[in-house]
């Protein structure tokens, strides 16, 4: 069965400081992972995927994940906090193989704090 | 490009009672998803469809929720009867097809609140 677990359910930083919200996975295939940010009130958005490319991956708002298959992890990072990026982030699985159809597996959730 | 629309975008019912929630999804988009998240916890999968055909409902408590999409474009959820259990948000996302590809992105509607009181 695919899962994914967030180590954190509450993280806490400074503005200006780095941010690191972990997550690791479990999938008997080779996985599709993804970060979706939810600010309050709004949509979830997108904001990165690893689909077996590149295992540094970059995305928006100048945040980046490292897909490490030998750690099962897929941790999302970022050098510098802004009081915007405040929000609930979840990490995401999306199994391959033959059941492929695109179903999104959603981990509990990171609360993300930033103090100024 | 318009996003994914859905209404209400809040209800409040009582027990037992029935609701309905609508979604447009993204035009052109194949594939429809309803997801439930209760507070605290992430999104889960309800119902997928492809078109018109339903592709996984595997989690959706068929002996109270239904959902359709009679013409592959909008779709309708409904609850009925309604248990406090089902207090959460209602969120539709749409993707141009099926599969976890590169270029296969869900796009999220804003969702609907619902309290069952």
Same mark, same amino acid.
Not at chain 2, 81 to 86: F, N, R, S, T, Y
């Given at each position: 069965a695919q899962s994914v677990t967030q180590l954190d359910s509450h993280v806490s930083v400074s503005e200006g400081t780095p941010v690191l919200l972990r997550c690791n996975y479990s999938s008997s295939y080779s996985p599709s992972l993804f970060w979706y940010v939810q600010h309050p009130n709004k949509g979830l958005q997108l904001l990165l995927k690893y689909t077996s490319a590149a295992t540094l991956v970059k995305g928006i708002n100048g945040f980046e994940a490292e897909f490490k298959k030998s750690e099962t992890s897929f941790h999302l990072t970022k050098p510098s906090a802004h009081m915007s990026d405040a929000a609930e982030y979840f990490c995401v699985v999306s199994p391959y193989g033959s059941?492929?159809?695109g179903k999104l597996i959603f981990g509990q959730g990171t609360t993300l704090q930033v103090k100024p | 490009e318009a996003g994914v629309a859905q209404s209400p975008r809040y209800k409040i019912i009582e027990k037992r009672q029935s609701v309905a929630f609508w979604c447009n999804p993204i035009s052109g988009h194949a594939t429809l998803y309803w997801y439930q998240q209760i507070l605290g916890q992430g999104p889960k999968l309800l119902i997928q469809f492809q078109n018109n055909g339903?592709? =996984? =409902?595997?989690?959706? *408590?068929?002996d109270r929720f239904s959902a359709e999409r009679l013409k592959g474009v909008d779709s309708t959820l409904k609850i009925q *009867?309604?248990?406090?259990?089902?207090?959460a948000v209602y969120l539709c996302a749409s993707s141009l097809?099926?599969?976890?590809?590169?270029?296969n992105e869900q796009f999220f509607g804003p969702g609907t609140r619902l309290t069952v009181l």
């Open positions: 059941s492929n159809t | 339903v592709v =996984d =409902d595997s989690q959706l *408590p068929k *009867p309604a248990k406090l259990e089902d207090s097809e099926l599969g976890a590809g590169s270029y």
